[in-house]
T-cell receptor, first 113, second 114 residues
Framework: SQQGEEDPQALSIQEGENATMNCSYK?????LQWYRQNSGRGLVHLIL?????REKHSGRLRVTLDTSKKSSSLLITASRAADTASYFC?????????????FGRGTQLTVWP | DSGVTQTPKHLITATGQRVTLRCSPR?????VYWYQQSLDQGLQFLIQ???????AKGNILERFSAQQFPDLHSELNLSSLELGDSALYFC?????????????FGNGTRLTVT
């Protein structure tokens, strides 16, 4: 069963615009991670935010985490055509010492030049 | 390039057959994970190994088995294949298998069962 659910399922924007994707999860977590997957390729780790953190930045990426609402958002600023990919949130359940990740179904982002 | 190598890239086989998928983790990584990605189920965790030992088991069918060898490469064996086993199978590795270590994914093996 899916632990996380991304919203929207698909997002289409123009280059230069910001893209915001949301993730909601069901049970308490140790951390939440975002991954990107280009078509037919493996997933690439983007950013990890721990349960005691509220916001994290990495380049053009900004991730927020609200544990009271069990939700996270990924913001990509000044998007580029190369950002076109599927984006997944993944969680490590609270109390787990292992790196097992539970993935959502992803948001398909299309950035038009 | 993640440094994780999976072979073969594509595999087409018939129902009832057995196949072996191979994974070489990133240099220095001790933990290997296997995931199955399909359109209807999304990304499903199958199994995790750390330094040759099984650490966690997920939605892995009894027809599937895996192991991690002393040189840290891993193999996923799928037997008595069914049409529903058609999917993309990913291997991922992390340095220590801990909860705060990001996973590095290979490009997957696309299995088609006909």
């Amino acid at each position: 069963s899916q632990q996380g659910e991304e919203d929207p399922q698909a997002l289409s924007i123009q280059e230069g615009e910001n893209a915001t994707m949301n993730c909601s999860y069901k049970t308490s977590i140790n951390n939440l991670q975002w991954y990107r997957q280009n078509s037919g390729r493996g997933l690439v780790h983007l950013i990890l935010i721990r349960s005691n953190e509220r916001e994290k930045h990495s380049g053009r990426l900004r991730v927020t985490l609200d544990t009271s609402k069990k939700s996270s958002s990924l913001l990509i600023t000044a998007s580029r055509a190369a950002d076109t990919a599927s984006y997944f949130c993944a969680t490590v359940l609270r109390g787990s010492t292992l790196g097992r990740l539970y993935f959502g179904r992803g948001t398909q982002l299309t950035v038009w030049p | 390039d993640s440094g994780v190598t999976q072979t073969p890239k594509h595999l087409i086989t018939a129902t009832g057959q057995r196949v072996t998928l191979r994974c070489s983790p990133r240099s220095g990584d001790l933990s290997v994970y296997w995931y199955q990605q399909s359109l209807d189920q999304g990304l499903q965790f199958l199994i995790q190994y750390y330094n040759g030992e099984e650490r966690a088991k997920g939605n892995i069918l009894e027809r599937f088995s895996a192991q991690q060898f002393p040189d840290l490469h891993s193999e996923l064996n799928l037997s008595s294949l069914e049409l529903g086993d058609s999917a993309l199978y990913f291997c991922a590795s992390s340095v220590d298998g801990a909860w705060d270590s990001p996973l590095h994914f290979g490009n997957g093996t696309r299995l088609t069962v006909t």
